[in-house]
């Protein structure tokens, strides 16, 4: 499970603190896949993918609110990125969850995880240089 760094860090402290939260809610979801103590998972499962989409949806209005003031040129190309990782959740099938839930939440763990550090290093470093 890949942890905050301070090498995620793109230098504007609100969308810092942001994307500390992401991966915190992403934790939340490694934590609830390794505890053995829960055998039915689905209402968590489904209560974590809740709270990354609004999360998320919040994080983006924050970041695109940020390269509006500053006039970043990539803005739309942006955007679309961010619209592609709401649609990706919203797709979520909560029948799959629900019939293997440790592999789909690790499926949405890793996900999520990736898009974040990708997104992070190719995308959201420019905004600031």
Do not use: C, P
């Not at 209560?47 to 500053?70: N, P």
């Amino acid at each position: 499970m890949i942890k905050w760094s301070d090498d995620y860090l793109v230098g504007v402290e609100v969308i810092d603190q942001q994307h500390k939260e992401l991966f915190r809610i992403a934790g939340d979801a490694y934590d609830l896949l390794k505890n053995e103590f829960v055998t039915d998972k689905y209402d968590k499962i489904v209560d974590l993918i809740g709270e990354l989409k609004d999360y998320s949806v919040f994080h983006f209005k924050t970041e695109e609110a940020h390269m509006i003031d500053i006039g970043y040129k990539k803005y739309l190309s942006h955007k679309s990125l961010h619209n592609d990782f709401i649609e990706t959740v919203n797709k979520i099938d909560l029948e799959k969850v629900d019939e293997q839930q440790d592999e789909y939440i690790l499926s949405i763990i890793e996900f999520a995880v990736d898009w974040i550090v990708k997104h992070i290093y190719e995308n959201d470093k420019l905004i600031v240089m």
